[in-house]
């Protein structure tokens, strides 16, 4: 059974982070004077709201948390957050779905890990206006899109996964963003996986305008992604940045 987690309305979070942003040190709470419930179902108690804190706290503190933390040691540790967020939530799509819940994640749960992994300077990270931008709210989708297929997700750079969630025609299906990552893991070496994820990523979408996905083996879906892929690399190849492929 899902579980109901408390909400910070976007005014509380404003007002909030704006004190943040100020200057004002964070500290993690179990709960928030002006939180707020979904109406129906079984609210989580302050207790579990603990048990988080501390679990991300202690996976922090694992990377160097408090003190600053190297590019690889940030991405370690938000695959590693990824699955203690996923286990410790057991949310519906729809409430997973509710940027309340995640902007009291990040405001009032865990604000101070909040801050050492992104700092004060970016909204998205603090307020759930975008999920796919949101601290915990990727970390909590990214765990739930790649389940069973963490090798998949590991191998992925957070500007990869910027292309392939961020663009909604195809963030907004699983099967697809696993099948796509998979093909681009799966690239020789000696390919730069930078151009290639950004061309193919462009090269799908325009697929999509004509074709729907959902009509696709999973076999069909793995095999189209393998093909864009090959397509990608043969004209990036072919076509060097400097040079204008005649088929464009």
């Not at 987690?5 to 005014?11: E, S």
């Not at 915990?136 to 997700?153: D, I, K, S, T, Y």
């Not at 990869?160 to 963003?177: A, C, K, M, T």
């Not at 690239?187 to 009509?215: E, G, K």
């Amino acid at each position: 059974m899902s579980e109901l987690w408390p909400h910070l309305p976007a005014v509380v979070g404003a007002a909030v982070y704006a004190e943040v942003a100020a200057g004002r040190t964070p500290a993690p709470q179990d709960s928030h004077p002006d939180q707020t419930w979904a109406p129906v179902g079984g609210r989580v108690s302050a207790k579990q709201v603990r048990e988080l804190i501390n679990a991300i706290s202690t996976l922090a503190e694992e990377y160097g948390f408090p003190e600053p933390a190297g590019n690889d040691a940030r991405i370690s540790f938000d695959r590693d957050a990824a699955k203690v967020i996923r286990g410790q939530l057991d949310l519906s799509w729809a409430e997973a779905g509710n940027r309340d819940l995640w902007s009291f994640l990040a405001l009032v749960a865990l604000p101070h890990v909040t801050m050492w992994r992104f700092g004060a300077g970016n909204k998205e990270r603090w307020i759930a206006t975008d999920l796919t931008r949101h601290t915990w709210a990727r970390l909590w989708w990214q765990a739930v899109v790649f389940a069973g297929h963490e090798h998949v997700l590991a191998a992925l750079s957070e500007s990869d996964l910027n292309q392939l969630l961020e663009r909604r025609s195809i963030g907004g299906d699983p099967r697809l963003v696993r099948e796509m990552a998979r093909a681009v893991t799966e690239l020789s070496a000696t390919v730069s996986r930078r151009p290639v994820i950004r061309d193919v990523t462009a090269r799908l979408r325009r697929y999509l305008a004509f074709l729907d996905v959902r009509a696709l083996s999973d076999q069909q879906v793995r095999d189209l992604c393998r093909a864009l892929t090959n397509e990608t690399v043969t004209r990036l190849t072919t076509y060097p940045s400097h040079e204008e492929d005649p088929r464009t």
